[in-house]
Each structure stands twice: as structure tokens, then as C-alpha cells.
């Protein structure tokens, strides 16, 4: 098939997919599939039932070292020193001028082991970055190339990984993990109650070539809850109800926390500051120029990315970051950039959507709250 004449990285499950004749497309340089059936189905499985993700494109650092939270404490926003070992935590990297690297699941194992998932198309980024400031006291391992990753979502999630790593990952809370070492089938899996999709559920971090083993262990687990197989595109449709943001689209290098209202992921009185801390507390001190804001469409169509966004004065204010029909509200809904003295929540923007300048309301981006 054409997709093996191409130069594109592999998941582990790339075997299972062209055996299984699962359509591939080029999804930021990795071959994988944008959806097993039907969008929309694999969208609805999720909020309903429980879907399953291959997500090992994404990337795997390993810091360790005595020093490992002071050091890494001073290239992310968050603060590791506030969690407990079997916690994680979201949190960004930022450049000296505040703009954001990436956005990151931290994952603290001890207070000198830690396991860091920056998104597929940083990785390289963030390992260049974190080696760039390895002063000795830290070492710094990338295993993106050793480590598969499998998402289990919805509601039913907790039913199929139970059923597979036992009943102690029911007592797992929110952004905590534990390393499954004493299942029959599998070794070292971390298993982590975290996710993408706004819905309950867990993300498996499994050696390389038990990979495909997992996700036929969770297919047959989830028989009895008609679990879904699904592709990155439910996973964008789902992330985007959620009002989770997508890096190279709604966060970039020239988009900073407070503009991305993230300040939440930035804590600003850590033992030392974090490259960017300046930065952005001057911004926080004379305010922010441009703000991140969620919206609905008043009317018929559907608002995508790069769309320009206008006020009742025809002037142009911002553009669409993120934009979809939502399968489970019914509604055209996304993300845009604005500059923040146009506009407030609750207000009514234009969007251009193809020939038609298309009325929004600007909302919390909390969608599926509404």
C-alpha cells in the first residue's frame, strides 16, 4: 500500500492496522488512522460507552537524578513539589519571552524519577530543550521509541481496565497512576487516570512490543460494552468539547499561559523561577493584549481553524484556533484568538465562514457544561 512508500514513523500498531486493512494517513509525519468506522460513531462511543486510542506518537522522557524536582521545577510553569510520588500533573514549558514550548503531562514516580509526555511534534523539541539546560545533576533519557501508549475512555473505561490490570485501578483518583507489575500478561505498564477527552478513563503506557498485545486485551475486555476502536479525529472532536487546547493550534511558541488562559498551570512563588517567570509576570503585571476565548455559532455552519473573526464594526479582531460541529451538543463550537478589549463573554462576534460573515456568541469554553 502507498502509505509504506512513504518515509512516515510507526506506531507499534501498524502491523495491526495493515492487517487489518485500517485505512493510515500522514498525521504530523506518524502513520495512523483518522477514524476505524465512522467519526461520529467513534465520537459517541466515548461519551457513552468506552472508546480505545493509540496515541504512541506522543513522546516519553525519562529525568532522574537527586536534584530532579529543583531542576525541573525551573523549565516548567507548574510545581512538582506540590504533588506526591504517584501523581501527575499538567503543566507548561516556556521560552524566555513566555511563549510556550509545549504543554506536558508530568508523571512523579519519586522525587528523583520522573517520566515527562510532551506532544508528538515537540518531542524533539523538549528533549533538545531539556538537554540544553542538563547541568550534571539530572541524566535524560528519551524512550518515545520503547514506549507504546494506549488511551481507554468513557465511561465503561474503568469496567475494561479493571478487567484486565484488577480491581485496584478502580481506587485510582484523577491525574494519579500506579506501574502494574503483577499482571499475567504484561510488565511495567504505568497506568494513569488521566485523558483527553474529557470523559473518565486511563492512558497505559506499555513496553513497545506488548502493545498490540494491550489493546487486544482491552478489545476483548470491552466486548460487553461494545467498545469502540477510534481514530484521532473523534479524539479531536472530543478534546474540543472538553475545552482542552491543542498545541499548534490554540498554544504556540508566540502564545503565552495568560494569553491561552492557562494561568492555572503557572504558580508563581516556587523556591526558584522557571525560565519565562519575568516574562510573564510583566505581562501580568500591564495586562494581556490578546486572550483565548470559546465560542458557538448563532447560525448554520462551521467555523475552522485560520477562519478570521470580526466585530459589529467589520473590523477585524481575531481568528478561529480550533472549530468543529460538536457531535454531542449539536452545535458549530471552537476556540478563537482575539484581542481582549474587543469583546467579552457573552458577546457577539462574526465569523467569516466561507462567503458569510456567521454571528457567535463568545462562551466559557467549559462547552460541555453549558
Request: contains cysteine; proline residues 2%; glycine residues 8%.
Amino acid at each position: 500500500m502507498s502509505i509504506e512508500e512513504t518515509q512516515l514513523k510507526r506506531t507499534p500498531l501498524y502491523d495491526y492496522y495493515t492487517k487489518n486493512d485500517i485505512k493510515l494517513v500522514d498525521f504530523g509525519s506518524w502513520a495512523l488512522p483518522i477514524q476505524f468506522t465512522k467519526l461520529i460513531d467513534e465520537h459517541h462511543a466515548v461519551r457513552e460507552r468506552v472508546g480505545l486510542f493509540d496515541v504512541s506518537h506522543m513522546g516519553e522522557i525519562e529525568v532522574k537524578g537527586d536534584q530532579a524536582t529543583t531542576w525541573l521545577n525551573k523549565l516548567i510553569t507548574n510545581d512538582l513539589s506540590a504533588i506526591d510520588s504517584g501523581q501527575a500533573l499538567y503543566t507548561l514549558v516556556t521560552k524566555e519571552t513566555g511563549g510556550i514550548l509545549d504543554d506536558i503531562i508530568i508523571f512523579k514516580k519519586s522525587d528523583t524519577d520522573y517520566l515527562l509526555t510532551p506532544n508528538a511534534s515537540n518531542t524533539e523539541k523538549i528533549r533538545n530543550w531539556l538537554l540544553s539546560h542538563q547541568d550534571g545533576s539530572v541524566t535524560i533519557e528519551d524512550q518515545s521509541l520503547e514506549t507504546g501508549l494506549i488511551a481507554i475512555q468513557g465511561p465503561d473505561a474503568v469496567d475494561v481496565v479493571a478487567s484486565v490490570f484488577g480491581e485496584k485501578v478502580r481506587d485510582l483518583k484523577n491525574y494519579h497512576f500506579a506501574v502494574e507489575t503483577d499482571s499475567v500478561d504484561f510488565t511495567d505498564v504505568l497506568v494513569s487516570r488521566t485523558g483527553y477527552t474529557g470523559e473518565d478513563g486511563f492512558e497505559c503506557y506499555v513496553k513497545w512490543d506488548q502493545t498490540e498485545d494491550l489493546w487486544n486485551a482491552f478489545k476483548q475486555a470491552g466486548n460487553e460494552y461494545s467498545i469502540a476502536e477510534c481514530g484521532l479525529g473523534s479524539r479531536d472532536t472530543l478534546r474540543l468539547e472538553a475545552g482542552m487546547p491543542l498545541y499548534g493550534h490554540d498554544l504556540s511558541e508566540d502564545i503565552t499561559p495568560l494569553e491561552a488562559g492557562l494561568r492555572f498551570a503557572v504558580k508563581w512563588d516556587k523556591a526558584d523561577k522557571f525560565i519565562g517567570q519575568d516574562a510573564l509576570e510583566k505581562q501580568k503585571e500591564t495586562g494581556v493584549d490578546y486572550l483565548s476565548r470559546g465560542f458557538e455559532l448563532l447560525e448554520r455552519g462551521i467555523a475552522r481553524e485560520g477562519y478570521p473573526v470580526f466585530n459589529e464594526s467589520d473590523e477585524e479582531i481575531g481568528v478561529v484556533t480550533s472549530g468543529t460541529q460538536s457531535p454531542t451538543l449539536g452545535k458549530s463550537i471552537g476556540f478563537l484568538r482575539m484581542k481582549k478589549a474587543a469583546g467579552k463573554l457573552g458577546d457577539t462576534v462574526y465569523i467569516q465562514v466561507r462567503k458569510n460573515k456567521v454571528p457567535a456568541q463568545l462562551i466559557k469554553k467549559t462547552f460541555l457544561k453549558q
